[in-house]
């Protein structure tokens, strides 16, 4: 039987043409659309990554608890032998310290008295012993004036604060703060560069000062506010899994100091936005399988009349509404799937394109393309493959369901008067 | 040869117009014997395709009772009419009504497949009956690609492919010129003679007349003649 329908909907092109030609354009946009969304959401993955969250991020359970603070008076100590555990445990991850701070800017004139003073929001990296987080903050880029810091007791401030202070290239400015015991602190720096990001909360008062300084300035020896890992490339489950098997060893819920692990996806909005951009998915899953559907619908309904000929015949011979209508929707799986093939192969042709060559938005997005990827890209992942099929044959089933409805709603006698006329 | 093949009792047929009812049968009493080979005749809206459709279950009387082969019909539910009529009842149409993407011989297979009759039954089921109706040069070709003749032939072949105990004919000849007709009636005839299959016509063909042994005259729904002609 099976065999039997397929024939008819080689041969019958009416039959099977345009409901493939409407189901593979669909799938098409499915495909294109999931594999964009899956670049865009691995972009916001990367771009968060790189400022913020890591691709995993180790904490103290402390500084956890107040992590939007950045209380780096709960920092961890002894990070030097932390991180070379790391490094020799998960050779292929960059694991890389950073302190946030909070400080006074003071601007000095001739005779040292305060002239101007602003609140700064600092970060400390290493900016003199690798070249690691020059590339990950894409610090060449955002340096719009001056150099990046080439010995201790530089820093870069980004434009606002200079415009504000009056601050040039080569000025010596004084940071003052509380160490992480509390104490005040204050110490010389000598502005390298001015750097813009393209993203106010770092354009409105950032600093940027090696990690060394830093500890240096906040009497944090061998401390840090956080470690960052990053992995070559991204994988939800391998941050999981690691952070599951650091916690396990390392992490003592009793202790507030002990340290923690937390993969990206749990890390503040994260989680949220990506399951609200899944969701967003899902509904546009399902708006097509019911636009779909409904386009189905009626060109099965057209088909349907036309083929009430046939069906009446086939009532004739003796075949059931249920057998007819259970025939259709066979029919329908065939093209469905046919039809998803066919769209899911054109589909993965420009997802592959919008991944191999992207698409630029910098044009669109003035300086923020320092924090933000500037080109938008699709993803291909094994999803890509079989997401076309859910809309595909379920808009086809869905369709053929209806249509058929009609084969229930007319009396025999009627559908087999049908062809007389 | 069973007498109650087919017994039909003050059998009615309204169909509704408007607020009005249209009876297109009234009271009608017959009975058929196996191997019969009838004719229902009578003038355009007498009733006859009427009162076959009712004797093949595809529609139901508004009265009265209906026996085909032992089922009453009206109590059969639409999934039993069908396997009645699958297993034991064939239809040959004014139109031919072939399924105009199969070939000749899917065409006549197909109420095999519906039957789950096996590969190679089916394949010997089909040769033989478009032996009987001498189209077995043609089993590769579309409807669209034989003539009319050829195409009410298969027709027959669709219908007697399963061996079925009835077959009911609604003016096969119609269609046809006058050569084709009697070929075709020759071979129903030769069927019946053969098989022993029960053929009943709705005709208003003067040719069909003299292949009938049995002739029932309707008018506006009323039996007005049953009698036995051509030495039936
Ligand atoms: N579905 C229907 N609704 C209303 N009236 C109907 C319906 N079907 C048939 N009729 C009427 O019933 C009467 C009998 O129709 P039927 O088709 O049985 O006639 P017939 O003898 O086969 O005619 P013909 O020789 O033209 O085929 C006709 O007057 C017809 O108009
Ligand atoms: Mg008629």
């Known amino acids: 039987m099976l065999k039997f329908l397929a024939k ?62 950045k209380p780096y008076d709960l920092a961890m100590m002894n990070v030097g032998h932390r991180i070379e555990t790391l490094s020799r445990d998960y050779p292929q991850i960059q694991w890389q310290p950073r302190i946030y701070f909070g400080g006074i800017l003071d601007v000095p004139d001739e005779n040292k008295e305060t002239l101007k003073q602003g609140k700064v929001a600092g ?24 150099k990046m810091p080439s010995k201790l007791g530089e820093i870069l401030i980004s434009r606002d604060i200079a415009e504000k202070l009056g601050i040039q290239i080569n000025d010596e400015v004084t940071m003052f703060g509380s160490t992480m015991y509390g104490s005040i602190t204050m110490q010389n720096f000598i502005v390298s560069g001015i750097v813009v990001f393209g993203v106010q909360i770092l354009d409105k008062g950032a600093v940027i000062i090696d990690i060394s300084d830093v500890r240096k300035f906040l009497d944090m020896e061998d401390s840090a506010s956080e470690i960052l890992g990053f992995i070559p490339k991204y994988n939800e489950a391998a ?34 936005m990506i399951n609200v951009i899944d969701q967003r998915m899902g509904m546009f899953i399902f708006i097509f399988i019911f636009v779909m559907s409904l386009v189905l619908w009626n060109s099965g309904l057209m088909n349907g009349i036309r083929r009430y000929g046939e069906i009446g015949v086939r009532l004739a011979i003796g075949e059931s509404k249920g057998h007819i209508y259970r025939s259709l929707i066979l029919e ?11 769209g899911t192969g054109i589909g993965l042709i420009f997802a592959f394109m919008l991944q191999h060559y992207g698409i630029n938005i910098s044009s669109f997005m003035k300086d923020a393309e320092v924090i933000m990827n500037s080109t938008m890209r699709a993803q291909i992942t094994p999803s890509c493959y079989v997401i076309g099929f859910i809309p595909g044959v379920f808009a086809s089933i869905i369709g053929a369901c209806f249509a058929g409805i009609g084969i229930y709603r007319r009396n025999t006698a009627q559908l087999f008067k049908e062809l007389e006329t | 040869m069973k007498e109650n093949f087919i017994e039909i009792k003050h059998v009615k047929k309204e169909y509704p117009m408007g607020t009005n009812k249209f009876v297109a049968l009234k009271d009608i009493d017959l009975n058929f014997s196996e ?9 355009s809206g ?16 508004s009265e009265g009772e209906v026996i085909v082969l032992g089922y009453e019909v009206a109590d059969l539910s639409s999934s039993k009419s069908a396997r009645m009529r699958s297993e034991n009842i064939g239809f040959i149409f004014q139109t031919y009504n072939l399924l105009p993407v199969y070939t000749v011989f899917e065409n006549v297979e197909f109420p095999l497949l519906l039957l789950r009759i096996n590969k190679n039954e089916r394949i010997k089921l089909v040769t033989e ?10 089993i590769k070709s579309r409807p669209s690609q034989i003539s009319g003749g050829e195409c009410q032939r298969v027709a027959i072949a669709r219908a007697i492919v399963k061996k079925p105990k009835l077959v009911l ?8 010129d006058a050569d084709n007709s009697h070929n075709i009636l020759k071979t129903m005839k030769k069927i019946n003679e053969e098989t022993g299959t029960t053929f009943i016509f709705a005709t208003h063909d003067a040719k069909v007349i003299k292949y009938l042994k049995r002739k029932i005259t309707l008018l506006d729904g009323s039996v007005a003649k049953d009698e036995l002609v051509n030495g039936g």
Do not use: C
């Not at chain 2, 009956?129 to 043609?138: P, Q």
């Open chain 2, 35 to 43: 191997g019969e080979f009838t004719g229902i005749v009578g003038p």
């Open chain 2, 46 to 61: 007498s009733g006859k395709t009427t009162l076959l459709n009712i004797i093949g279950s595809l529609d139901s009387q």
């Open chain 2, 169 to 176: 004919a609604d003016e096969p000849t119609a269609n046809l």
């Open chain 1, 239 to 272: 941050t999981y899994q690691i952070s599951a098997e650091f916690n396990e060893q390392n992490s003592d819920p009793t202790e507030e100091f002990s340290e923690i692990m937390i993969p990206l996806k749990d890390q503040g909005q994260m989680a949220f």
């Open chain 1, 332 to 342: 329908s799986i065939i093209i469905g799937i046919t039809a998803t093939i066919i």
């Open chain 1, 123 to 146: 970060l400390g990296v290493n900016l003199l012993n690798s070249n690691f987080e020059r590339d990950i903050l894409n610090l060449e880029q955002a340096i719009k004036q001056g």
């Open chain 1, 8 to 69: 008819g909907l080689v041969r019958d092109r009416s039959r099977s043409f345009f409901p493939i030609l409407i189901i593979a354009a669909g799938v098409m946009l499915t495909v294109i659309f999931y594999s964009w969304l899956n670049g865009y959401i691995n972009m916001l993955i990367e771009d968060n990554a790189r400022f913020d969250t890591g691709h995993v991020k180790i904490v103290t359970r402390a500084y956890n608890e107040l992590i939007d603070q």
């Open chain 2, 129 to 138: 009956a478009l032996k009987w109706v001498g189209l077995l040069d043609k």
